[in-house]
């Protein structure tokens, strides 16, 4: 079979790699091309068409500065799928682009197949009967996901969530402090996301954290997207490590995160490293996404959970001062982080076993026809 894969961001990069080995396993005969990162070029043996460092934008105004640049990816991929004519495609997240592509693909007969289901809950809900029409199989990977869309009277797959996959198959790093020259100090992790507007306006806050917490490490976890020279510019005069392609050996490493708001709360929910979640973003995408967001909490891990259990700073709240004073109970009032340890054992409860992109995998090989062993 010939899979097309649509992935455009690092978090579905990451996804996406799994689901084509997965898929491989399954299917010895298949084919892949790609619009996706490092991770899913390696895991496909072929070059991106498009690369995700050229895809994510965040935000409704930062989405409007980069029409062009949009429009333009999607006529090159619209192109690629047709050249390629492949059995099906498979859509990772990335709703703004996917869902257009969708479309395109249902109107010259291909099948299409969403992996990490639009989060049309949140906001815009009628955008459903889209998917409704454009998509053939739906696999969610949040627990709450099934009866959302059941109540649309949409019938659609919960596989697990991905993340498990990664973790439980991550393979940790007993050099890793040495091979950073870190010292020996407790480690602060600092997450300031994949995109250069989160990177910008987050890193120069954390990066403060550095004069306010002396007796830890602050380590920064860096996209690989970007190189060490980049984050330099937002450090001020702290001179902050840079890890690559190691958030997990880090988070493992770290008595505490600061996240940015996105997949990468639920991975430091699931290896139980406590955290602040912060966001920061233009005035006027916050203030068009207060107006039309349509939940209460914008991390994974207080969705979830249905509470507030980890901290949430967004916008005018997200100050170095409110981050190291949520840092500090973090770190030293026990009562506390014994809470949200507790608060992640119910999570882990919730998000049930590893195994999603096999299940999705399994999931789309028999829905092409391609019946295959257990």
């Not at 980890?310 to 170095?320: A, D, F, H, Y």
Request: net charge neutral; with cysteine.
């Amino acid at each position: 079979m010939k899979y097309y894969v649509i992935a455009g961001e690092t978090s579905g990069d990451l996804h996406g790699a799994n689901l084509i080995h997965a898929l491989k396993r399954l299917d010895t005969e298949a084919e892949f091309r790609i619009v996706g990162g490092d991770r899913m070029q390696q895991a496909a043996g072929e070059t991106a068409a498009i690369h995700v460092a050229q895809m994510a934008f965040m935000g409704f105004v930062e989405v409007l500065a980069n029409l062009k640049t949009i429009a333009r990816n999607l006529r090159i991929v619209k192109a690629d799928i047709a050249a390629y004519a492949p059995d099906t495609l498979i859509l990772i997240d990335f709703p703004g682009f996917n869902l257009k592509i969708a479309s395109y693909a249902k109107k010259i007969g291909m099948k299409v197949c969403y992996y990490i289901s639009p989060k049309v809950w949140a906001w815009n809900q009628r955008r459903v009967l889209k998917i409704k029409r454009v998509v053939d199989r739906l696999f969610c990977i949040l627990p709450f996901e099934v009866e959302f869309y059941h109540k649309w009277g949409m019938e659609v797959d919960y596989v697990g969530n991905p993340l498990l996959d990664a973790i439980a198959g991550h393979t940790d790093n007993p050099l890793f402090i040495q091979e950073n020259h870190l010292s020996g100090k407790p480690i602060i992790a600092l997450l300031p996301g994949s995109r250069h507007m989160e990177i910008s306006k987050l890193l120069p806050l954390m990066s403060d954290l550095a004069f306010r917490f002396p007796a830890h490490h602050c380590v920064i976890a860096g996209a690989p997207n970007f190189d060490e020279s980049y984050y330099k510019q937002y450090m001020g005069e702290a001179d902050l490590p840079v890890v690559f392609n190691a958030t997990y050996d880090l988070l493992k490493h770290a008595e505490a995160a600061v996240v940015a708001s996105g997949t990468a709360t639920l991975e430091t929910a699931l290896l139980n490293v406590p955290q602040v979640v912060v966001y920061k973003a233009n005035p006027l995408s916050i203030a068009i996404g207060r107006m039309v967001i349509q939940v209460k909490y914008i991390s994974l891990v207080n969705l979830i959970l249905d509470k507030p259990a980890v901290r949430e700073l967004i916008q005018k709240e997200c100050t170095t001062e409110e981050i190291a004073a949520e840092l500090d109970r973090l770190l030293n009032k026990k009562a506390y982080r014994e809470q949200v340890f507790a608060d992640y054992t119910t999570l882990h409860q919730k998000m049930g076993e590893p195994g999603a992109s096999g299940r999705t995998a399994q999931l789309i090989t028999n829905f092409l026809g391609r019946q295959t062993e257990d």
